[in-house]
């Protein structure tokens, strides 16, 4: 199955400041990777993915860029505000989209 | 709202009752999910649907869990006899096809 691993566990950065987390996958199969953002007491929300037919997407301030050789990609917040405080999950699929395996997490905390 | 939606938010029960969930997934959304998250860890996968048929479940799920969804739209999650590692949130996510997941705010549970 997939295996998904993410760093740093947590991240603390000053307003306006850039936030970058990194997630590596095990399956190379895998061919669609989304990033979600979770608030204290909510489920999860989507913000951005990407597909591995592009190496790059960007929405805004955020980005994500993905390494298909290596089998990492990567969520890059520009311009941090203190909304961005959360917890950030990378995904891979599983079983051909199946299910998703998350990552553990980054604890995102931007200092205004 | 038409997101995904759980009930209740919030159960706490004592060890070796029976709880049930429920979710609703967004109305055109043919698949459902249920996921597991504990404290710091990302969302576990445990099983999902795709219409009325459960296709695919962990071996997180123990024979205590089942998870049923009659009609095809809403699905109940019911655990039996109630241990204090079951303590967790409860998620739900719902797709159309292999499109991205959404997920609702979760059940909270904690077993006393």
């Known amino acids: 199955g997939e295996n998904v691993e993410q760093h740093p566990s947590t991240l603390s950065v000053q307003e306006g400041d850039s936030a970058v987390i990194k997630c590596t996958y095990s399956?190379?199969?895998?061919?669609?990777f989304p990033w979600y953002k979770q608030e204290l007491g909510k489920g999860p929300q989507l913000i951005i993915d990407i597909r591995s037919n592009v190496g790059e997407k960007k929405d805004q301030r955020i980005a994500v860029t993905l390494n298909k050789t290596a089998k990492h990609f990567s969520l890059h917040i520009t311009e941090t505000q203190p909304e961005d405080s959360a917890v950030y999950f990378c995904a891979a699929p599983s079983g051909g989209y199946q299910k998703v395996t998350f990552g553990t997490g980054t604890k995102l905390q931007v200092i205004p | 709202d038409t997101g995904v939606s759980q009930d209740p938010r919030h159960k706490i029960t004592k060890r070796g009752q029976n709880v049930t969930f429920r979710c609703d997934p967004i109305?055109?959304?043919?698949?459902l999910y249920w996921y597991r998250q504990t404290l710091g860890q990302g969302p576990e996968f445990l099983t999902y649907f795709q219409n009325e048929a459960q296709l695919e479940k962990s071996r997180l799920l123990s024979d205590r869990f089942s998870a049923e969804r009659p009609k095809g739209s809403f699905s109940t999650l019911e655990i039996q006899r109630t241990e204090q590692g079951d303590s967790a949130m409860y998620l739900c996510?719902?797709?159309?096809?292999?499109?991205?997941?959404?997920f609702g705010p979760g059940t909270r549970l904690t077993v006393l």
């Open positions: 399956d190379s199969a895998s061919n669609y």
């Open positions: 109305s055109e959304h043919n698949r």
């Open positions: 996510a719902s797709s159309f096809g292999t499109a991205e997941q959404f």
